[in-house]
């Protein structure tokens, strides 16, 4: 069965800062980041023509043309599903403001639609501009007899929430367990219905394992 794929973009100078950069175009990727990019087309590949497209921010649209550029696959990019806008915390990277971004990140995902940051977005905003493409995506490339993976590159906080949201899946979950760089997310649409099949490198809640949680060091994971 075809899947969704959201993958969190590579490294970028603003994760190693740890500066909660959300704003567009945003920043770019590091070598490393590019690496990971690549390393990513390498530890996936294609057994069947896939679609491949990526939020409008630099460091998606890098990301996704280098995992192009290994499976020899255009990309496309499309609005409304970059990251979810920290407003007044822009390019900050002290610890007041990552606390201050936390406390409303569990706010969201406890269910609070109207909560945001001073000059950001809410839960809500996202889903009006996010929530619209992923259902296109779903009726254009998930169903049917030539029904095809579809792979897109995101941001972290936003796949987080999309996908919680998608699958109704437990929020301390959906809270506990941070996205690496390239990290992804899998979700298959089965009868009108999202199923989790894979969140980062963490056991899912009807698996056993140890859920894994990659770190609050980076606050936009």
Excluded: C
Aim: hydrophobic share 40%; net charge negative.
């Amino acid at each position: 069965m075809a899947r969704l794929h959201l993958v969190r973009h590579g490294e970028t100078t603003s994760n190693v800062l740890k500066r909660l950069d959300t704003a567009l175009p945003g920043a770019s990727l590091t070598d490393f980041g590019a690496r990971q990019g690549v390393r990513f087309g390498l530890e996936h590949p294609l057994d069947r023509s896939a679609v491949l497209v990526n939020s409008v921010a630099n460091r998606a649209q890098q990301t996704a043309e280098l995992i192009g550029s290994v499976w020899d696959a255009s990309t496309e990019t499309v609005e409304g599903v970059h990251e979810i806008q920290v407003g007044d915390l822009e390019g900050r990277s002290d610890r007041e403001a990552h606390e201050q971004f936390h406390d409303v990140v569990v706010r969201w995902h406890r269910g609070d639609l109207d909560a945001r940051l001073p000059g950001g977005e809410s839960l809500e905003m996202l889903h009006d501009r996010y929530l619209p493409i992923v259902d296109e995506l779903a009726a254009k490339y998930l169903t049917g007899e030539h029904a095809q993976d579809v792979y897109l590159v995101s941001h972290g906080a936003a796949i987080r929430l999309i996908a919680a949201h998608l699958t109704r899946l437990d929020p301390e979950f959906a809270m506990k367990n941070y996205l690496s760089n390239t990290g992804s997310v899998e979700l298959e649409f089965e009868g009108g219905l999202w199923v989790l099949r894979r969140w980062g490198d963490a056991a899912l809640p009807t698996e056993e394992g140890t859920e894994t949680a990659p770190g609050y060091e980076d606050p936009m994971g």
